[in-house]
């Protein structure tokens, strides 16, 4: 991989200075200025600067040598031209970085980790720069990766960002720490401890212990997390501590892993029903009953929502929550701004003959149904 290997360019009379008025995007500086101006610079060079200069410039034929090479996937060749580099220039830590990243391509990861060591001893001595040891530490990370110790990754990656902070690192240690999460969600999966937490969670719950039978079906769902009626049980004792936004993420999670898993359905529909979303309750346990027309919790569960919307129908006042949160649901939403619909409720009031030909329409009808099942809608 490529991205292991910087190939940057020192020379800092490539790019303008950061107080130029010049964009860096736009900027484009002639070869012939660039080569005059290099010539006068080493023409005003005492003789040790010049000497430093053209070790430098020496080195970095090298490290550009050395880069060419791992490209074309020439590691050793690459190897000697970085540790040409090295010699001639032992201050630039950054020839050690690239000599790293040869390491890691051949899989040779703790050699890759004692040469980013070194080079963060000698940055320290050197008082390199901060990008300098950034890019070091971004190398350890790169190598602690390939070796899957992500925790050590992220580790390096952090002291990265205390060097230089850098939004794409940001990014990749945020995905790294959800790949290590999911990493240990898978190892501590265990179906059968997973079925012992259920054991215990069902205990609790007749016992009335209804924390204790959360923190037990919590417990079976991470050591079995597609199993369909745990997150049912979790559901079912979630609704009796009143906590019905966590029953129903329970339930969908539920029937997301076993759509037909009829025990759901009906749970679903008993959420609904607390939670005066009736038109909802309806729906879910018709499905429950599609599945399982006997299914008694469905049968008894569909008749009680039923009764409950005849009831809101006929009262003299509407009921404001239940009709609020009829209001923030998308499919009410849709039905209410559907110009046929919409011509049917003016119907209701200037051509009473025409709305109810309109209700025979098949069409028609269960859109009505839902609004008044949702309290949008009464009919006397």
Request: charged content about 35%; proline content about 4%; overall charge negative.
């Amino acid at each position: 991989n490529n991205n292991n290997n910087d190939d940057d360019d020192d020379d800092v009379e490539d790019v303008p200075s950061k107080f130029s008025s010049t964009p860096a995007s736009t900027y484009n500086p002639p070869k012939t200025e660039k080569k005059q101006k290099v010539e006068e610079n080493v023409s005003n060079m005492n003789d040790e600067e010049k000497q430093k200069y053209l070790k430098r410039k020496d080195a970095d034929a090298a490290k550009t040598r050395g880069n060419e090479l791992y490209k074309a996937k020439d590691l050793e060749g690459a190897l000697a031209a970085y540790d040409e580099a090295i010699s001639i220039d032992p201050t630039n830590i950054l020839y050690l970085n690239n000599k790293a990243a040869v390491y890691i391509e051949k899989g040779e990861c703790e050699t890759a980790l004692q040469i980013c060591n070194e080079a963060l001893e000698k940055g320290k001595t050197l008082k390199s720069s901060y990008e300098d040891k950034a890019k070091v530490y971004q190398r350890m990370a790169a190598t602690y990766l390939k070796m899957k110790d992500y925790e050590k990754a992220i580790g390096s990656y952090e002291k990265a960002q205390m060097e230089v902070y850098d939004k794409g690192i940001a990014s990749k240690i945020k995905n790294i720490e959800l790949d290590l999460k999911k990493q240990k969600a898978q190892a501590y999966i265990n179906p059968e401890l997973g079925l012992e937490a259920k054991e215990k969670g069902n205990d609790c719950f007749r016992a009335g212990n209804f924390p204790d039978a959360i923190k037990h079906y919590e417990e079976a769902i991470k050591r079995d997390p597609t199993n369909a009626a745990y997150h049912n049980n979790l559901a079912a004792t979630l609704v009796k501590i009143m906590d019905f936004n966590g029953a129903k993420a329970a339930v969908e999670k539920s029937l997301e892993y076993d759509p037909k898993y009829v025990k759901a359905w009906a749970k679903k529909g008993d959420i609904e029903f607390f939670r005066k979303e009736y038109h909802k309750a309806v729906e879910s346990y018709k499905t429950g009953l599609t599945l399982d027309p006997n299914n008694a919790a469905c049968k008894q569960g569909h008749d009680k929502t039923i009764h409950a919307i005849q009831v809101a129908n006929y009262a003299n006042e509407q009921d404001p929550d239940r009709a609020a949160k009829a209001m923030a649901d998308p499919e009410i939403q849709a039905i209410l701004t559907d110009p046929v619909i919409r011509q049917t409720l003016n119907d209701f009031q200037d051509n009473p003959d025409k709305a109810q030909r309109a209700l025979r329409d098949p069409v028609i009808r269960p859109k009505i149904d839902k609004l008044i099942q949702a309290g949008i809608l009464k009919m006397q």
